[in-house]
């Protein structure tokens, strides 16, 4: 026998409720057969939500209950934790852009030698996700240096440090792909590296402190550590692999 779920959702004009086509493809994708009901006025949607007491739909009922909106039935369907269960630190932004940095940099460095894997597709990799990084935190460069002055050492003695950082990691990154002027990216990337490497390295691992990385923006939910620390490893390393590479040592 089917399962069945009664769905109640914003249906109008000018506007459809987002988590109610989520909430309907989410049911429908478990295999249940969606009543889908429309509130099409605002007059409508008020009414509903005064009779069920609830703030905000849609709403998901199933087997006579009411299981709640779209974070609910994620919930009860087993996509997601309880609330008191979760946890706001992932690591997902970070992964999700160094995975699109590095396929970027297999297309750009096939496009330009033939060959996906190459010495210039981790060179790409590296400039890709600075600039990559860079952007994100210039995004709301305020909130960036909030985040920042948590932990890094050198903004917190000297402030406009944090607000230069993301430009300075741009920078360097947009110099290495063009492989131009390396005389300015390889000190900045060293410097901004080396300082990064060593705040992070202290706030996490010798003052034991549980902070958010500034890395993808103030925004971020990403824990301060190892992933942290790779970043700027990461831009050290490429920045002593230039000066190896352009003075032939």
């Given at each position: 026998m089917a399962k069945t779920a009664k769905l109640y959702r914003m249906v109008m004009d000018q506007h459809i409720c987002p988590y109610g086509l989520k909430s309907k493809y989410l049911l429908e994708r478990e295999g249940f057969k969606v009543e889908d009901h429309h509130l099409t006025t605002r007059e409508e949607t008020d009414a509903f939500k005064e009779q069920h007491d609830v703030k905000t739909t849609?709403?998901?009922f199933i087997d006579g209950k009411r299981i709640g909106g779209h974070d609910d039935l994620r919930i009860y369907l087993?996509?997601?934790k309880p609330e008191e269960q979760q946890s706001d630190m992932s690591y997902q932004p970070v992964i999700a852009l160094f995975a699109m940095m590095f396929l970027m940099a297999l297309g750009a460095a096939f496009v330009a030698t033939g060959n996906i894997l190459s010495v210039l597709t981790a060179e790409w990799f590296v400039a890709f996700s600075m600039c990559g990084l860079a952007y994100l935190k210039l995004r709301?460069?305020?909130?960036?240096?909030?985040?920042?002055l948590n932990y890094d050492l050198l903004a917190k003695r000297w402030v406009?440090?944090?607000y230069l950082y993301p430009f300075g990691e741009g920078l360097a990154g947009l110099l290495m792909i063009a492989?131009?002027?390396?005389?300015?990216a390889i000190?900045?990337?060293?410097f901004i590296g080396t300082i990064g490497g060593i705040?992070?390295?202290?706030?996490?691992?010798?003052?034991?402190?549980?902070?958010?990385?500034?890395?993808v923006g103030g925004d971020s939910n990403v824990p301060l550590g190892f992933i942290s620390l790779t970043e700027n490893i990461f831009m050290v390393g490429m920045a002593i692999w230039m000066l190896v590479k352009m003075t032939g040592i």
């Open positions: 849609p709403q998901t087993g996509k997601d709301d460069v305020e909130s960036f240096s909030s985040m920042f406009p440090y944090a492989g131009v002027a390396m005389w300015l000190p900045v990337a060293l705040s992070v390295f202290y706030a996490v691992y010798v003052q034991k402190r549980e902070l958010k990385c500034a890395c």
